[in-house]
Each structure stands twice: as structure tokens, then as C-alpha cells.
């Protein structure tokens, strides 16, 4: 025989867990897909070195140019791009970011355009998607 107490308690706790168990499924679907991108955007990354040699012929290695032409940074970001591909969370411009936040917004730019985004210099830099 069970009391009524018995049969609420019984039923708080099962709900309890479930939700329990909900919320740590949530988090690891969750999780699944960003540990994806974190593994492809590693796996597709240009050495820095690369980066440096693309820098070096776009802006004589300078990432901190603003030469008055509408390109900005050691990768010569124009504006659009810079905030197309989210550089406005590091800075305004390209050219006040520092160099790690132009590689990082370099590597989104190389993996949707390819290295004709610097058709020149990614050939000498030997920069490949």
C-alpha cells in the first residue's frame, strides 16, 4: 500500500530527473556541432608562417597599415569584408586589430573564397584552402 505522499514524492523526483536528463542532452547536442567547427576550422588553418609571407607581399608585412586606399591590415581587408566576416567584434578596422584577429577573419575569408581572395600574394605565399 502507498500513501499519497509517497506517490507525490516518487513523481517529484522522477520529474526532477528528467529534467535533469534533458538538460544535460540539450548541452551535449549542443556542444556536438560547435566541437565540429572548432575541428574543421583547425584542420583547414594556414600556418601563421603563411599568413606572415601573405602579409609581407600585401603590406610589407605591416598589420597595422591604413595606406589610404580603402584596404586595411597585413591582409588588406576592405571594410565590407572585414565586417562581412565579423571582424567588427576585434575593432572597427582591420588595421586596428591585432595580427591573431586578422588571421582568424583570414581563415573565414579563405575558407569561403578560396585563395583568390589575394590572388597575387597567396600564390607567392604559397596559401592554399
Not at 584596404?71 to 565586417?83: D, E, K, M, R
Amino acid at each position: 500500500m502507498t500513501f499519497r505522499n509517497e506517490t507525490a514524492t516518487a513523481t517529484t523526483a522522477t520529474k526532477r530527473r528528467n529534467r535533469v536528463r534533458m538538460a544535460l542532452m540539450a548541452g551535449a547536442l549542443t556542444a556536438l556541432p560547435v566541437a565540429g567547427l572548432v575541428t574543421a576550422n583547425a584542420a583547414s588553418a594556414a600556418p601563421a608562417s603563411v599568413w606572415d609571407k601573405v602579409a609581407q607581399c600585401e603590406a610589407t608585412g605591416n598589420w597595422a597599415i591604413n595606406s589610404g586606399n580603402g584596404f586595411y591590415g597585413g591582409l588588406q581587408f576592405t571594410s565590407s569584408t572585414w565586417a562581412a566576416f565579423g571582424g567588427t567584434a576585434y575593432a572597427p578596422q582591420a588595421h586596428q586589430a591585432t595580427k591573431a584577429q586578422q588571421i582568424a577573419i583570414g581563415e573565414k575569408v579563405l575558407a569561403s573564397q578560396g585563395p583568390g581572395a589575394w590572388p597575387v600574394c597567396s600564390v607567392k605565399a604559397g596559401l592554399t584552402k
